[in-house]
């Protein structure tokens, strides 16, 4: 049974994608960072066990993962999924708003895949799926931080991509539009309906309809798709 573990996996587009690796024959782990409450409603829900750490720490990652594997034997499919927001325009944007999100979006992703990939590599065979964002490829006001760190994720993904292929390990990008979760409720209401109506067809993306993609990206048959950015908006921005 293939390994997968989700980062951020207790909420949102993480939850769905977590349980619908387990619905595809996965044996799921979930890390979150702080909820724990959530955490352990949805490992009460589903039986996916639950780790707490920040993927901004590089020592937590590389004991997190140490800690998951004893329990469910060597990551096969990594999904960086942990991402936050902390938007702002640029001439009002903190040091820590920048920081924040720059160390968590950016900075956990490379904590993660470095914790796994050396494994992957001596076993030959890995899927690793990242998180991207619509606003890492159009841009979005107020979001110069986090469409910093999405954009970054797909030059990341495309270098670690060609350093893996010859190992069978595939590295790609996911890049939603705005989907129904707890980051976008915090999206005022005006804001929002702003928002929808440059979405053609008009609506939030499901966390389901994202988390569908991950299963196929993580897939045997998705063998030979590697250093893609993938994107699921519902139209919003054709790149
Ligand atoms: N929702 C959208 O419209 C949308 C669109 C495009 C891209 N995305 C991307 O999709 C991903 C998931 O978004 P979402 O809307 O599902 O988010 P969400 O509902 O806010 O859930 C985020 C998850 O990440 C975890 N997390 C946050 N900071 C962490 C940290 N430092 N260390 C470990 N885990 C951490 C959270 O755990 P705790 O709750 O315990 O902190 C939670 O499990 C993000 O990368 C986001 O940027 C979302």
């Not at 937590?60 to 034997?73: F, I, K, L, P, Y």
């Not at 999100?101 to 950016?106: A, E, R, T, Y």
Request: charge should be neutral.
């Amino acid at each position: 049974m293939r390994v997968a573990l989700v980062t951020g996996g207790t909420a949102g587009i993480g939850a769905a994608t977590a349980q619908a690796l387990q619905d595809a024959g996965y044996r799921v782990a979930a890390t979150y960072g702080s909820n724990s409450d959530a955490a352990n409603r949805f490992s009460k829900q589903t039986g996916i066990p639950v780790f707490a750490w920040n993927v901004a720490d590089f020592g937590a990652c590389r004991e997190g993962v140490a800690r998951v594997e004893a329990q469910t034997g060597p990551v096969d499919v990594l999904v960086n999924n942990a991402g936050i927001t902390r938007d702002a325009m640029l001439h009002k944007m903190s040091d820590e708003q920048w920081r924040e999100v720059i160390d968590i979006n950016l900075g956990g992703c490379f904590n993660m895949c470095r914790a796994v990939i050396e494994g992957m590599r001596e076993r030959r065979f890995g899927r690793i799926v990242s998180m991207g964002s619509v606003n890492g490829l159009s841009g979005q006001v107020g979001q110069s931080n986090y469409a910093a760190t999405k954009a970054a994720l797909i030059g990341f993904s495309k270098s670690l991509a060609l350093e893996s292929a010859s190992r069978n390990i595939t590295v790609n990008v996911i890049a939603p539009g705005y989907t129904d979760t707890a980051m976008v409720g915090a999206v005022p209401p005006d804001v929002l309906a702003t928002i929808l109506k440059t979405v053609p067809v008009g609506r939030l993306a499901t966390p389901a309809e994202i988390a569908r993609a991950v299963v196929f990206l993580a897939s045997e048959d998705a063998g030979f798709i590697t250093g893609i950015t993938l994107s699921i908006n519902g139209g919003k921005y054709m790149p």
